[in-house]
Structures are given as structure tokens and as C-alpha cells.
């Protein structure tokens, strides 16, 4: 109740510094005379968005009605919100808000490379939801990218992990760590479910992995989250690392995931591995 009575007020203010800010001209009306509110009217905005003047008065002076979605969604196009604006709009009304479905992110600029370029001797890579590969560094590199990766041309962790040979996978103890991988997986499927790039995704995956099929039908579902991880490389042997997972701003379900050594033994081995340059290759 008490978050309620701070939210009235709050969308109050909203709705009438976004009402303030569109002209009459903005939405093909004539500016009228002796007008003296520096944006639209209430009634003006009433009846663009097709509600009744008096509902959407009392919306704007924050008293205890309910608004639907699509009402709300009509008073955003009224306003010209902007996706953030109109996901605040949504909090502040206390409805549920669904995002529109964005583009998956297939790339990551040179800012971002020089983040995790920064980041080594630590590897470190840029995922997407989906765990296609959009950027590494040298560290990444040389934990990951040997011949029998290379070889199979497809720049996605998932898709690597599951048609890789057992014997040539970088990832030790595969029956533990693909599971929580595919239901990470599946906990961002959510927003992307009847998407056509999604849908042939996970049936190709399916198609090429059996196991990826049946992990995908046991419906489990995970956040992404720190995880020690044991890995082998040839010229060093096995490593131990904690992944951890950083949000980037202005990159939607895009992350920078950090390999840190657990011990001194993996610190050691990895200052090895990389004095010695194992792999120059990137993706």
C-alpha cells in the first residue's frame, strides 16, 4: 500500500511533464488561441488516445483507478514515449510490462573489445543471450580456440560444447556443466519464443546434438551466475576458473564473461600459457 501511494504521485508528475513537452503541431492539430498550457491538454490527450476525458484526468492527478495495457499503450503513442519512457510509464501504473522483442546483438564495438583486451592476462569473451561469440581476447583465445574448435566454423559456445568431441573439449565434466548451460539458455528463450532466428537455432542444435535435444526437453530453466569451471589445455593441463558474468549498458542481453583462476596452481598455469602464446587465432 505504502509503494502504491508513492507510485500516484509519481506517475502524476510523469505524465504531466511528458504532456507538457508535445505540441499541438507534433499531432497535426492547430495550435488553437489563447492557449495556455505549453504542451497538449488533458482533453486533447483524452481524446487522441481514445479514453474519456474524465478517466484520463484522474490517471494524471494519481488517484486509485486501474489502466489496462492497451490503454496505456494509446496515452504512450499520444505522448511520444520512447521505449524506457514507456516501460517507466508501465512501472509507475503498476501493470505488467512486456518489452517489445529487440534484434539480437551480433556484434560488439571497439569500446567493448578494448574492455576485455584490458581484462588479460584473464580471458574473457562477449556473449549474447543465445551464447554466440561477439568478441574475445588473446586469454579467451588460448583457453578455447584449439584446431578441433576452429575447425567446426560456427563462432557459438553452445554449438561448440555439444558437436566437439568429449576428448577435444576445452570444458571437463561436461554432464555438469552443459545442463546449466541449455537452461540458461532457456531462461532467455522466454523472450524470444516464435522467433524464427531462435526457433531454426535450437532446431539445428537439436538436429546436430541428441544430448542438446534431450537437455533442451527436460524444460530447466537458470539465471546466468558465477560458476567454478574446470578446463584442460594441452600444453598446460587442467585449469580451475570462476566465470563470472558482467551486464553491458546499451547491449541488450549481451554479457562480458571473466575466467578467473581459482587457485595458485591455475594462476601459475595460466601466466604459462600465456608467456608462451599457445593460440594467435581469434573468431
Same mark, same amino acid.
Given at each position: 500500500?505504502?509503494?502504491?501511494?508513492?507510485?500516484?504521485?509519481?506517475?502524476?508528475?510523469?505524465?504531466?511533464? +511528458?504532456?507538457?513537452?508535445?505540441?499541438?503541431?507534433?499531432?497535426?492539430?492547430?495550435?488553437?488561441?489563447?492557449?495556455?498550457?505549453? !504542451?497538449?491538454?488533458?482533453?486533447?490527450? #483524452?481524446?487522441?488516445? !481514445?479514453?474519456?476525458?474524465?478517466?484520463?484526468? @484522474?490517471?494524471?492527478?494519481?488517484?486509485?483507478?486501474?489502466?489496462?495495457?492497451?490503454?496505456?499503450?494509446?496515452?504512450?503513442?499520444?505522448?511520444?514515449?520512447?521505449?524506457?519512457?514507456?516501460?517507466?510509464?508501465? &512501472?509507475?501504473?503498476?501493470?505488467? %510490462?512486456? #518489452?517489445?522483442?529487440?534484434?539480437?546483438?551480433?556484434? /560488439?564495438?571497439?569500446?567493448?573489445? !578494448?574492455?576485455?583486451?584490458?581484462?588479460?592476462?584473464?580471458? /574473457?569473451?562477449?556473449?549474447?543471450?543465445?551464447?554466440?561469440?561477439?568478441?574475445?581476447?588473446?586469454?579467451? &583465445?588460448?583457453?578455447?580456440?584449439?584446431?578441433?574448435?576452429?575447425?567446426?566454423?560456427?563462432?557459438?559456445?553452445? @554449438?561448440?560444447? %555439444?558437436?566437439? =568431441?568429449?576428448?577435444?573439449?576445452?570444458?571437463?565434466?561436461?554432464? +555438469?556443466?552443459?545442463?546449466?548451460?541449455?537452461?540458461?539458455?532457456?531462461?532467455?528463450?522466454? &523472450?524470444?519464443?516464435?522467433?524464427?532466428? @531462435?526457433?531454426?537455432?535450437?532446431?539445428?542444435? #537439436?538436429? #546436430? =546434438?541428441?544430448?542438446?535435444?534431450?537437455? @533442451? /526437453?527436460?524444460?530447466?530453466?537458470?539465471?546466468?551466475?558465477? +560458476?567454478?569451471?574446470? %578446463?584442460?589445455?594441452?600444453?598446460? !593441463?587442467?585449469?580451475?576458473?570462476?566465470?563470472?558474468?558482467?551486464?553491458?549498458?546499451?547491449?541488450?542481453?549481451? &554479457?562480458?564473461?571473466?575466467?578467473?583462476?581459482?587457485?595458485?596452481?591455475?594462476?601459475?598455469?595460466?601466466?604459462?600459457?600465456?608467456?608462451?602464446?599457445?593460440? =594467435?587465432?581469434?573468431?
Amino acid at each position: 500500500m505504502r509503494t502504491t501511494q508513492r507510485r500516484r504521485p509519481e506517475l502524476a508528475s510523469f505524465l504531466r511533464s +511528458r504532456r507538457a513537452r508535445v505540441t499541438p503541431a507534433d499531432v497535426g492539430m492547430p495550435p488553437g488561441l489563447r492557449r495556455r498550457t505549453p !504542451g497538449l491538454r488533458r482533453e486533447e490527450v #483524452a481524446q487522441l488516445s !481514445g479514453v474519456g476525458v474524465t478517466w484520463y484526468t @484522474w490517471l494524471e492527478q494519481g488517484r486509485p483507478i486501474n489502466a489496462s495495457a492497451q490503454v496505456l499503450d494509446a496515452v504512450a503513442r499520444t505522448l511520444r514515449l520512447d521505449p524506457p519512457e514507456r516501460e517507466h510509464l508501465y &512501472r509507475l501504473a503498476e501493470v505488467p %510490462f512486456a #518489452a517489445a522483442p529487440e534484434r539480437l546483438t551480433q556484434e /560488439a564495438g571497439p569500446e567493448i573489445q !578494448g574492455i576485455i583486451d584490458a581484462l588479460a592476462p584473464l580471458p /574473457a569473451v562477449v556473449y549474447n543471450s543465445r551464447y554466440d561469440i561477439l568478441a574475445t581476447n588473446p586469454g579467451y &583465445r588460448d583457453l578455447f580456440l584449439i584446431r578441433e574448435v576452429i575447425e567446426i566454423g560456427v563462432p557459438n559456445a553452445l @554449438w561448440t560444447l %555439444f558437436t566437439v =568431441s568429449e576428448e577435444a573439449c576445452p570444458v571437463m565434466y561436461r554432464e +555438469r556443466e552443459l545442463p546449466v548451460m541449455v537452461a540458461t539458455l532457456r531462461s532467455s528463450y522466454g &523472450r524470444h519464443v516464435g522467433e524464427p532466428a @531462435w526457433e531454426s537455432y535450437i532446431a539445428a542444435l #537439436a538436429a #546436430a =546434438s541428441p544430448y542438446f535435444a534431450e537437455l @533442451w /526437453a527436460s524444460g530447466e530453466v537458470v539465471q546466468p551466475g558465477p +560458476r567454478v569451471k574446470t %578446463f584442460r589445455h594441452r600444453a598446460v !593441463g587442467e585449469l580451475r576458473m570462476t566465470s563470472q558474468s558482467l551486464s553491458i549498458d546499451g547491449m541488450p542481453e549481451c &554479457r562480458i564473461v571473466v575466467y578467473t583462476p581459482v587457485d595458485e596452481e591455475t594462476r601459475e598455469k595460466s601466466r604459462l600459457l600465456r608467456e608462451t602464446g599457445s593460440s =594467435s587465432i581469434g573468431l
